[in-house]
């Protein structure tokens, strides 16, 4: 009896050490951040905070993550070369149970949306999926593509609450997600990937421009992304002048070069009031 519990025992701390290891290779707390976002652009739309929409929300955090997962598969021989620090590209999960976590979360995702009844975000959702692993595959032959798709993908959490409710999204948004993203994807590139993409000939656009202009035009797409959100209906200010402070504060953390990485919390955190400031 002694020996079943420790045998149950065991097999219960694999279990939440791989479920550990799916949650971090989903980027749980970003893909939660995209949830929040979404949310925040479905009460806008439809006026409830309630619980139903709370679940319906799940899809989209769901599909984020499933994206995250799918790159990582994708990436695996990249990020090996490159030493990230990333549970596929470490060992730490295998890839064939990485596989089954996606069919497993794109099962629950599509369950909600159905059991919710509203086949527009269904078909959305399989639209959102397919694009994700058309990005996987193409943003390796095509690298230079790779941040305008990563910021047209970054449009799912407006465009998700919009086939819940039925209602447009000024395009102003759009367009304002579409430079910020692209900015901050353009950083990334720059500050985490430049190296080992240069190193193994990945073209990507941070590849192309070089470091010195990388980071001129990577604040330039960004401060542009909240500059023209001046000009949407029922902007709150507060939140919005936040945000603009934030964007201010993370270049200076960024020069101290030291502080990258908190850097890029801090635009992600700019990002996020942003979307307080027009939905709140």
């Known amino acids: 009896m002694v020996q079943i519990l420790k045998n149950l025992a065991h097999r219960l701390k694999q279990f939440l050490v791989v479920l550990h290891m799916i949650a971090e290779t989903c980027r749980y707390l970003t893909s939660l951040t995209v949830g929040a976002i979404s949310y925040l652009v479905l009460f806008s739309l439809s006026g409830s905070w309630g619980q139903g929409n709370i679940i319906r929300i799940i899809p989209m955090v769901i599909v984020t993550g499933v ?20 549970p596929i590209a470490q060992g730490r999960l295998n890839r064939n149970i990485a596989l089954f976590a996606i069919s497993s979360l794109m099962s629950i995702a599509f369950l909600i949306d159905i059991l919710m009844n509203n086949p527009a975000s269904t078909l959305f959702t399989s639209l959102v999926f397919a694009l994700l692993i058309f990005y996987t595959v193409t943003s390796k032959r095509f690298p230079i593509t790779k941040n305008l798709f990563t910021a047209v993908l970054c449009l799912s959490p407006f465009v998700y609450p919009q086939m819940i409710v039925g209602k447009q999204i000024d395009p102003v948004i759009y367009l304002s997600v579409l430079m910020f993203i692209f900015g901050r994807e353009l950083l990334i590139d720059s500050s985490i990937d430049y190296d080992s993409d240069n190193s193994q000939n990945i073209r990507t656009i941070a590849v192309i421009l070089r470091k010195p202009a990388n980071a001129i035009y990577s604040w330039a797409f960004m401060f542009l992304g909240l500059i023209i959100l001046v000009s949407f209906p029922g ?46």
């Open 67 to 86: 994206g995250f997962i799918i790159n990582d598969i994708g990436d695996y021989t990249v990020d090996i070369k490159a030493k990230k620090n990333r």
């Open 235 to 280: 902007l709150n200010i507060l939140p919005y002048v936040v945000s603009v402070l934030l964007l201010i504060v993370s270049v200076l953390l960024y020069v101290s070069h030291k502080l990258w990485s908190t850097a890029m919390r801090v635009t992600l955190a700019a990002m996020v009031i942003s979307a307080i400031a027009c939905y709140v």
